[in-house]
């Protein structure tokens, strides 16, 4: 089996969609979150969290960070296509302007 990082991207930073959700939104989202993670099953390696651009560090220096990756779930399975299908009507996606990027993990060299 393969791992893959699954990366949610949003033009609404995660910690402004969390300030500006009602409780019952909140709730709502974490349900829909929680059946996707129920049909996902096994696959998830780690569920993973929202996350806020800080800095991208280069060997220029930092700068303020713009990204907008909005939080990463780990999965595994055994091909790109079983990932595809697994984030097939995933809830992230109900929400205007997002998007999401599989990317394998692969194996490091001389391990």
Known sequence: MARF????????PAR??????????QKAG????????GKAGGAIVDLGTPM???ARVTAAGVERGN????????LEADSEEDVEALLDGHPHLMMPGSSI????ALPVPGT
């Open 67 to 74: 990204s907008e990756a909005s939080g990463y779930s780990i």
């Open 5 to 12: 990082i699954v990366l949610y991207n949003s033009s609404v």
């Open 16 to 25: 402004e969609q969390m300030a500006n959700a009602t409780p019952e939104q």
């Open 52 to 54: 806020q651009s800080a």
């Open 30 to 37: 974490m349900d829909a979150w929680m059946a996707w993670a």
């Open 101 to 104: 990027e599989v990317f394998e």
